[in-house]
């Protein structure tokens, strides 16, 4: 019988990214994973996986690599036991398709140690070495050619893409879990309270969070109604259809629609991404919203100069220089599982992060997608602010769904196939309110 549990996440390891500790091979050594909902891919770098201590590594002849717009890694494919949280209260898949990941100079994964991808089979993209097999050459001697990062073999490069199984979806399919998942965050940036230390910053209890598999709505001290469902239209990323965004109390932009051209590739006008640590918004949206910032703003355009491109690293500017009771709310309007609107509120203290990139420096969220279709990317900053569910189990959402579909069916579909649900989040601060409101409601009795 499927079951629900949840994991610690910190957020100090892939710059504001939240990863989670897992466990690889036979000698169940530990790693840290980041966790993407943007991707599908399970991999892990090749620094930390010992493939001498390994008895349930099993060889495969498929390789992947893998581009994520900052950073790329390439690496052979083997199957072994992957196992998330401790005995007695976690989950084991024992043939886990797993990448070993040569991330070259540029480190993708940052401080963490892999990546775990909860989207779709359909963005687990591979190579199947069809000539190696058939040549039934042995499958640990592709194992080592491809991590020798040599290419003058033609066995080598006679190739097939398929997609592999993701390590989500097997969970689910082999009954260890429901086809549901939920985050609770605090931020989208690495809180420093003094200096910028990371291991000082581990222990900041802004930068932990939970990670909830199976069952997420049992977890009832973790949220609490409403509970908002916008629509997912595809099962390859989380694709959402975003309606308009609104700043302040008046003005309202709509958001622009994909380009015909892009509907194949990327599906609708937005995603939802757990591995984005910003709002990245189309040039022409992002326009409009620093067009009405201006109004509450009048040296918005200084303000907002080391924000004008997204960079890998992560800036900011001097906290004293920021009021933010002058800046206002942003909503993003969704469709939502059942054709209704669904509000999502962005307030300040979640687009603009105090005390990051460093103590007493804030750093602005929201990016401008230069050179990108008209898709939106609706990252931490949004998904922090409440309980995010994320139900694939409605509809013919994931593995099951026909590739056959053709795009025009799927923007037309209005049944949802799956959804992802917001609930207004409850912290320990909020807990201690509620306890207070009722000693003090019962003590005036």
Not at 122 to 150: C, R, W
Not at 332 to 360: R, S
Not at 380 to 397: A, C, E, H, M
Request: a negative charge; glycine letters at 6%.
């Amino acid at each position: 019988m499927a079951h629900s549990i949840r994991l610690a996440l910190t957020n100090t390891l892939a710059d504001g990214g939240y990863c989670v500790r897992a466990h690889v091979g036979t000698h169940q050594h530990a790693v840290h994973l980041i966790l993407d909902t943007g991707s599908s891919t399970l991999a892990v770098n090749h620094t930390c996986y010992r493939l001498e201590s390994d008895n349930h590594a099993d060889f495969t002849y498929y390789t992947q690599s893998i581009n994520y717009g900052v950073g790329s890694w390439h690496g052979p494919v083997i199957k072994t036991q992957v196992s998330l949280g401790m005995f007695g209260h976690g989950v084991t898949l024992p043939d886990a398709y797993t990448a070993i990941a040569d991330t070259g100079k540029f480190e993708c994964f940052k401080h963490a140690d892999g990546i775990l991808g909860l989207a779709y089979r359909p963005l687990n993209h591979a190579h199947y070495l069809f000539e190696a097999a058939e040549t039934q050459t042995p499958k640990k001697d592709v194992y080592q050619y491809i991590m020798s990062g040599a290419n003058d073999s033609p066995a080598y490069k006679q190739m097939k893409a398929v997609t592999l199984p993701s390590y989500f979806t097997s969970l689910e399919e082999q009954g260890v879990v429901s086809d549901k998942f939920a985050f609770w965050l605090h931020r989208s940036s690495i809180y420093y309270d003094n200096g910028s230390c990371r291991t000082k910053a581990l222990a900041h209890w802004q930068n932990h969070g939970l990670f909830v598999m199976g069952e997420p709505v049992m977890h009832r001290d973790l949220y609490r109604e409403p509970m908002l469902s916008a629509k997912v239209l595809h099962d390859k990323f989380y694709n959402v259809n975003l309606l308009s965004v609104k700043v302040g109390e008046t003005d309202l932009h709509s958001a622009p629609v994909l380009a015909e051209k892009d509907v194949t590739r990327w599906c609708s006008n937005a995603i939802v991404d757990t591995g984005a640590t910003v709002i990245g918004l189309p040039v022409s949206l992002y326009d409009k919203v620093v067009e009405s910032l201006e109004k509450y703003i009048s040296d918005l355009s200084s303000i907002l100069e080391p924000f004008s491109a997204f960079s890998s690293q992560e800036k900011g500017i001097p906290l004293a220089s920021l009021t933010l009771s002058d800046w206002p709310k942003i909503e993003f309007f969704l469709e939502g599982e059942n054709g209704e609107d669904v509000v999502l509120t962005l307030p300040p203290e979640a687009y603009w992060q105090i005390n990051a990139p460093e103590f007493n420096s804030a750093s602005f969220k929201i990016f401008p997608l230069k050179h990108w279709p008209n898709q939106s990317i609706l990252g931490l900053p949004l998904i922090s602010q409440y309980y995010t569910i994320f139900d694939r189990s409605k509809g013919n959402v994931g593995d099951r769904r026909s590739d056959k579909k053709e795009s025009h069916e799927i923007e037309n579909d209005k049944k949802a196939n799956g959804v992802i649900t917001f609930a207004e989040k409850v912290t320990l601060a909020s807990t201690i309110e509620t306890v207070k409101s009722a000693f003090s409601h019962h003590s005036n009795k």
